[in-house]
């Protein structure tokens, strides 16, 4: 079964520290993984795609990882700021050409205090 | 500038009373999602259209339906609103579906559906 897990479901940080959220699917074939930004009440935005043959990938302050073999990711946020407070979704897209699949992880809800 | 735009943005009916939300895109994109978004949850995929063709989710109620009369816009529908379709519905398109190259999808602001 095609599936996406976060951890951990909630976090929080005071404002300047970094932190690490977690991703880790089943899914089958991989075709790429995104790191997406939701505020409350907002719809998500990207932040970051991976295919299967990259394994870093940075937006500003945003770093995600990729190990394709242990099927893990990670989103790794410096120097946090208040801004951050969001959720973080990953999204791994699954399938062949001619397939439309994302899969979403039920993300992990960062709170950044001052 | 807005890319994805839907309207209304809340969105308040009655039970068992026909609602439309709507959703526009200045990107000129090939694919067009609506997602269902419960509190705390994750967004989940009702159907999409690549270009014309509606592909709908296996596990989409009936009473859920959608229109793309164009490449521009396109429409949910839901047909007796139930108390447990009150949730966040997000729009979202793509250049092409994710079996290809990773297009971005871009997400509309959502709109938030209230059933009383």
Redesign the interface.
């Known amino acids: 079964k095609n599936q996406v897990e976060q951890s951990p479901q909630s976090l929080i940080i005071l404002e300047g520290k970094n932190c690490t959220l977690q991703c880790n699917y089943t899914v089958s074939p991989f075709?790429?993984l995104?790191w997406?930004k939701q505020d409350t009440?907002?719809?998500?935005?990207?932040l970051t795609?991976?295919?299967f043959s990259e394994n870093t990938k940075s937006n500003g302050r945003y770093t995600a990882t990729l190990d394709a073999d242990t099927k893990q990711s990670s989103l790794h946020i410096t120097a946090s700021q208040l801004s951050d407070s969001a959720s973080y979704?990953c999204v791994v897209?699954?399938?062949?050409?001619?397939?439309?699949?994302?899969i979403?992880?039920?993300?992990t809800?960062l709170k950044v205090l001052a | 500038d807005a890319m994805v735009i839907q309207n209304p943005r809340y969105q308040v009916t009655q039970f068992g009373k026909p609602v439309t939300l709507s959703c526009s895109q200045t990107l000129n994109h090939n694919v067009m999602y609506w997602y269902q978004q419960k509190s705390s949850q994750a967004p989940k995929l009702l159907f999409h259209y690549y270009d014309k063709d509606f592909n709908n989710e296996a596990d989409t109620p009936d009473n859920f339906q959608s229109r793309r009369p164009n490449t521009s816009f396109c429409f949910l529908d839901i047909r007796s609103p139930g108390l447990g379709d009150a949730a966040m519905y997000l729009c979202a398109t793509s250049r092409d579906g994710p079996g290809g190259p990773p297009y971005e999808q871009y997400f509309g602001p959502g709109t938030r559906l209230t059933v009383t």
Do not use: E, L
Request: aromatic content about 14%; overall charge positive; charged content about 15%.
């Open positions: 075709s790429n995104r997406y009440g907002r719809g998500p935005v990207s795609i991976m295919t979704i897209s699954v399938g062949a050409s001619g397939t439309y699949k994302y979403f992880g039920t993300g809800r």
